[in-house]
């Protein structure tokens, strides 16, 4: 019979490369999810009845040890930007994967993988390192032989990095950033999933960190994103003490309407991850100790940021025209 994984925020960004693959390695699929009914795009992963989105809420013990019922293999993959509301960083990132790595020891869970965040060891600023840190060390304890996975920057094609960045380019000739000088190294989505399929399947314990095969300033990248694009802006650096007032004001305007304005331009606790570089340490296990070879950004980034170019799916066309004869 075949194996099941249980994979928690599986609709989400990474998630859902992780059912593709093991849907396509043979697996039995279950999609653990808050809203079932916006997740019925995993279904066609796998032929009919292998891939199958649940409802899970995973603030409720009953509620995740429901959906992990007769699993071989659990993957986590919520993660939340929210610092505050019933979804907050605890809630999701600490508590939230404490309450399934217990869930899994007493079930029997064979192999579990948690996804989590590169630098949250070593950034002590931020309250959403914090809770991935707490998160890990929870799991940890719970379960001594998880697999956690530490991903850079995630890229890919519904990124909200690269993706985020190239609308912006669209708004004006000034595309303003903070940050500028820290260094990065964005991982391929791709690449982490089948990172965390070996992990499912006990080919990978302990933790690895995950970054692509270069790494670049900000600033590095966002030249990287306005080449695809083919759009030319200034790109000033605004140094750190302006992003604290404006991260202020957009956080005070989140709480005083309860959360009605989310602050999703610039919070307090992004501009303090801002201040730290999101590379591997170079003596952390990696890729190379999981026989993959990750892809660069340039080789996949083409295929996702043309819907931002000026002319769009357009902008090739209209580049061949240019060498049309004229009589």
Known sequence: MAKLVTIYGGSGFVGRYV???????????????????????????????????VLCNIRDDASVTAVMKGADAV??????????GRN?????????????????????VQTLVHVSALGVDRDQ????????????????AAFPSATILRPSVVFGPEDGFFNRFASMSRLGPVLPIFGGRTRFQPVYVEDVAEAAVMGAEGKAKG???????????????IDVMLTSVRRWRLVPNLPFWIGRIMAFGLDMVEILTLGLIKNRLLTRDQLKQLQHDNVVSEDARGFTDLGI???????????????????????????????????
Do not use: M
């Open 207 to 221: 933790i690895y960190e995950l970054g692509g095969p270069e790494v670049k300033s900000l600033r590095g990248w």
């Open 293 to 327: 070879e990750p892809v660069a950004v340039e080789v996949v980034i083409d295929s996702y940021l043309w819907r931002f170019r000026p002319n769009g799916q357009f902008d090739a066309i209209r580049d061949s025209a240019k060498n049309l004869r004229t009589h």
């Open 88 to 108: 907050s960083f605890t809630a999701v990132q600490a508590q939230g994967a404490e309450r399934i790595a217990r869930a899994a020891a007493a079930e029997g």
């Open 125 to 140: 600023d931020s309250l959403y390192a914090e809770s991935k840190r707490k998160g890990e060390e929870a799991i940890l």
């Open 75 to 84: 993957v986590n993959c919520v993660g939340t930007f929210d610092a505050r």
């Open 19 to 53: 059912a593709q693959k093991l849907a396509a390695k043979g697996w039995r699929v279950r999609v653990a999810v808050r809203r079932p009914n916006e997740a019925l795009f995993v279904k066609p992963y796998g032929v009919p009845g292998q891939v199958e989105p």
